[in-house]
């Protein structure tokens, strides 16, 4: 990153802002494109063609623009498309970007019965009392972007991955557990909730308007009539109570609050290591500390998780208590300022939804 940037607005490197700047290093012309946030914008979030297949991606920094101490400017890359074999574009879709919060990942093995792994869509969902069929909770955009429910199961007891040395890298094949252990979706229980923030409210750390929850409920196994609770012997988690104006306890949001984090993520420190990788997309718990609640809505934590996670519950370590659904990575073990978030399950969608519950969820 360069030490100085000019400040006089213009055009390539002299575009006003931080810019972006992307040089072919295996083109005989050096081909360079500069991005910044408006013309980013204007190229949908993509950047031009280039020859070869090295590229150089750098951000150049506007020292017009104050940053605190402990916050450093970086890109995500979600994907990369490329030319196949007969001259069209392929995309490869790149990992999600990183939501440890610690160096090593502390997420621990565990076997809660409250949880299920949604598949295939690889998201948790957790057994909440709704006071009738306990029904289960996750993030809404795990049924967002046409998600089909009636194309989705509820897993219990998901067995180890096994792993597959594939050339140099070791991938993770996703185990199921036996039949009895699945539940077809009632696609007319879901109910669900996602709108995104806009741009502008992201970068200023207003969440205020986004949303990102879902209820939904399960047919009974057909190989021995039990639901996803009555089979997992009726355990389930409470939601946290709201005072009288629909909100959390403000006691219960302290930066210190000691919560557990827990879900079907994947292993991305994996590595070569066997072990650790047979834990992609199994149930993993970790426990760790809110880092605040920027609004009634929304809150930030320091769990680490990783794709896969979506939907898991927030809990109040010591109890069956649940403040919230993590929904979004963010965190960088790099900054002690950076968290992962979550919707708070004062949520007035959410709770609509359990209220005036649908299909199996409604009945008696």
């Known amino acids: 990153m360069p030490a100085k940037k000019p400040t006089k607005a213009g055009w390539g490197e002299q575009l006003p802002g931080d810019i972006l700047r992307i040089t072919a290093l295996a083109d005989p012309n050096k081909s360079v494109q500069y991005l910044n946030a408006e013309t980013l914008q204007q190229w949908s979030h993509r950047s031009a063609y280039f020859n070869g297949g090295r590229l150089l991606i750098e951000v150049l ?96 007891d998901v067995p180890l991955s096994t792993t597959l040395l594939y050339g140099d890298r070791l991938f993770a094949i996703h185990r199921h557990p036996p039949a009895d252990k699945q ?103 970790v426990v760790a500390t809110l880092f605040d609640s920027p609004d009634a809505n929304h809150l930030r934590h320091r769990a680490d998780s990783h794709g896969g996670q979506s939907g898991s519950p927030i809990i109040l370590v010591g109890t069956d208590t649940v403040i919230g659904i993590h929904t979004n990575g963010g965190c960088d073990p790099s900054n002690a300022q950076s968290s992962n978030w979550g919707s708070t399950v004062a949520m007035a969608g959410l709770r609509k939804a359990l209220s005036i519950p649908l299909g199996v969820c409604a009945a008696a």
């Not at 610690?102 to 998201?123: F, I, N, V, W």
């Open 61 to 156: 920094a506007d020292p017009a623009i104050p940053t605190k101490p402990d916050e450093t400017i970086s890109i995500v890359i979600d994907s990369v498309s490329v030319n196949n074999q007969v001259g069209r574009a392929t995309t490869i879709y790149l990992p999600p970007p990183n939501s440890l919060c610690t160096p090593k990942d502390e997420r621990k093995p565990s076997r809660d019965a409250r949880q299920g792994r949604l598949y295939p869509a690889s998201c948790t969902a957790f057994t909440v009392n709704d006071g009738k069929n306990g029904c289960q909770v996750t993030a809404g955009h795990c049924f967002a972007d046409g998600t089909d429910p009636t194309e989705q199961v509820l897993q219990a």
């Open 183 to 285: 539940w077809a979706i009632d696609p007319s229980s879901v109910q669900f909730g996602y709108v995104t923030p806009s741009d502008e409210e992201y970068e200023k750390g207003d969440l205020s308007k986004g949303e990102d929850w879902a209820v939904l409920g399960t047919f009974r196994n057909p190989n021995h009539g039990q639901t996803f609770r009555e089979f997992n012997k009726g355990q389930q988690y409470s939601l946290a109570q709201l005072d009288k104006n629909g909100r959390l306890d403000a006691k219960v949001l302290k930066k210190s609050t000691k919560i557990a984090l827990t879900g079907y993520g994947t292993s991305p420190l994996a590595g070569e290591d066997k072990v650790i990788k047979s834990m992609d997309l199994t149930q993993q718990t």
